[in-house]
């Protein structure tokens, strides 16, 4: 039996159908085919162009990339493999090689045509891609670039689903830069401390606080300039009478050497670097509060704005920690507890990365893990509302806390909680209120902005054409404002653009009006020199033949003058 092979080459800007010449020999060959994949004559001698059809739009081709990577067998490509792919015969067997497994069995399901993904498929396939723009005329390898750009810019797009206002990355990097803040400003500090108690070492005893002993180095500087004057400064500080004269007292009494003036001023500068990080430390946790009430507030109210960012931070997102059992999350953030266990044989951890909640510190020793437990169970509750929650609310996180102080309260005193089901049944009322209440929160300002945006477009409508009765009362030309265009203001804009093109119109007539005056005005100029040219050559003519009549008489005059003279003498000359 003949085999003939077709390969099917998804493209940003199509499908493609090739034909595989001698396949038989072809897959015989394999090392000569990698081999002629590099260069394009040889490849062209291999691989023959059979069918390619372009996609319509690039909503289109999302639409069949999706189908592709969901391996769904799309109704554009459906059609195009039931034209083009010829079908097998008795002698010849027809296969269609593909470049996914998933899409073939589709393709082989719903077509009865077999498919092939591996083997000789996977080379020609790369040497189709090497190259596609030299199969088809219409397509260059820039063309082909900029869609594939596209397309891979759309695709990305439509999985990611991105919303500004519900991005767990920020959640990520901000705790991630929290935690790391928190090991500086404690290394900084302790810098601080031992540097700074050579001078001055009883202030250690007395603040114990980083960033007021940072503030107090800060402040005092030379012990021995310490004035009276000062106490009212340092009692802001310290916010303590009574720590202010244990200060003033030890620092007459200090055991420390003295310092200079360039090493207090380095000590200085590095206590105010340490200052302004643990300022923005207070900063960066409050926008962490801020972000987390907008993306996972039930998680955040349920187990605290740090606690529950660390989670998302260690699963990688929100989603990731929704898709995670209980039981993960309980141990997540112990790993490496929990395989030293499974190899040792011993016990395994109860709590991970939930170990800093308030709940597991407040519980008995034989209560922890049952509370952990209880605890990540919730947490994975309260996740999976928030990922898939349109609008998030944290009425559902607060009955969740409810529930594990209830269960605190029974492994202590042994009172019966409330059952789960009444609880969240309370609870999804609740959300529902609170739901609908932010939606109209937000279609109030929705009505707001569109007001605000009409009142602007109406305002400079006005401007405009006060603008254009005074430029036609004084003459001269007037600058027209750029108007925003708005969804809501296309009337506005459809009877500012007639009104324009008639003033377009008009200006060109009146243009064409003015041209057409000046050119004849231009021509009877023109005209009228040619005249006086003419005359004054005419003029000039007549004078020089006037000049020269003057001239033949006056030589005329001087002959007969010359003679009269010449005959007087011969006269003379006589007698």
């Known amino acids: 039996m003949i085999k003939h092979l077709f390969i099917l080459f998804e493209h940003a800007a199509g499908y493609a159908l090739f034909s595989v010449k001698e396949f038989d020999e072809v897959a015989a060959l394999l090392p000569q085919v990698e081999s002629s994949v590099t260069d394009i004559s040889k490849f062209q001698s291999v691989v023959k162009l059979v069918a390619f059809q372009a996609f319509r739009n690039g909503p289109n081709s999302l639409d069949n990339i999706n189908a592709i990577a969901a391996g769904e067998l799309h109704p554009d490509l459906q059609t195009f493999l039931e034209k083009e792919v010829p079908a097998s015969k008795k002698k010849v067997q027809v296969i269609l090689g593909v470049g996914d497994s998933k899409i073939g069995q589709v393709i082989s399901d719903t077509l009865g045509i077999s498919c092939q993904h591996a083997g000789v498929v996977t080379e020609i396939m790369r040497g189709i891609r090497t190259h596609f723009p030299h199969f088809i005329n219409a397509l260059t390898e820039a063309t082909a670039g900029k869609a594939q750009l596209g397309l891979g810019h759309s695709y990305s797009r439509d999985k990611v689903k991105f919303n500004v206002n519900r991005v767990d990355n920020m959640i990520i990097q901000s705790i991630s830069l929290l935690d790391q803040l928190d090991k500086d400003i404690n290394t900084f500090s302790m810098r601080i401390r031992e540097w700074y108690s050579y001078h001055f070492p009883e202030l250690v005893k007395i603040v114990n606080d980083n960033y007021m002993f940072a503030r107090l180095t800060n402040l005092i500087g030379d012990r021995t300039k310490l004035q009276p004057e000062m106490a009212d400064s340092l009692e802001e500080v310290v916010m303590d009478s009574a720590k202010v004269k244990a200060i003033f007292e030890a620092a007459k009494s200090s055991m420390g050497i003295d310092i200079g003036t360039i090493d207090l001023i380095n000590i200085q500068m590095f206590a105010k670097r340490v200052i302004s990080l643990t300022e923005y430390r207070k900063s960066l946790s409050e926008y962490l509060h801020s972000k987390m009430q907008s993306v996972a507030p ?39 507890a929990l395989f030293r266990a499974l ?106 902005e569109k007001k605000r945006k009409l009142k602007e477009a109406e305002s400079n409508h006005l401007d405009e054409s006060s603008i254009v009765e005074n430029t036609t009362e004084n003459g001269t030309p007037a600058k027209k404002k750029k108007k925003k265009k708005t969804q809501d203001d296309d009337e506005v804009i459809t009877n500012d653009a007639d009104t324009t093109v008639e003033e377009v119109k008009k200006k060109k007539k009146k243009k064409t009006q003015d041209e057409d005056e000046a050119i004849t005005n231009d021509a009877d100029t023109i005209v009228e020199e040619v005249k006086k040219s003419k005359k004054k050559k005419k003029s000039e003519v007549e004078d020089s033949s006037n000049m020269e009549v003057d001239e033949t008489e006056a030589v005329i005059t001087k002959k007969q003058k010359k003679k009269k003279s010449a005959e007087s003498l011969l006269k003379l000359s006589v007698q």
């Open 298 to 336: 039930n998680l955040a109210a349920l187990i605290g704005e740090q606690v529950g960012a660390r989670l998302i931070s260690h699963a990688g997102s929100l989603t990731n920690l929704a898709k995670y059992p209980a039981s993960t999350v309980q141990i997540l953030g112990a790993e490496k």
């Open 343 to 448: 190899k040792t044989r011993g016990n395994t951890p109860k709590y991970g990365l939930i170990f800093h909640s308030t709940f597991i510190g407040r519980a008995g020793a034989k209560n922890k893990g049952r509370i952990s437990r209880y605890l990540a169970n919730k947490c994975s509750i309260a996740s999976r509302v928030d990922n898939f929650s349109d609008v998030p609310t944290a009425v559902i996180g607060e009955h969740l806390k409810q529930q594990v102080e209830d269960r605190l309260k029974f492994y202590e005193t042994g009172e019966n909680p409330a059952k789960n089901i009444d609880v969240m049944k309370q609870a999804v009322i609740e959300a529902q209120e609170a739901r609908e209440k932010v939606l109209k929160q937000q279609k109030k300002i929705a009505r707001r």
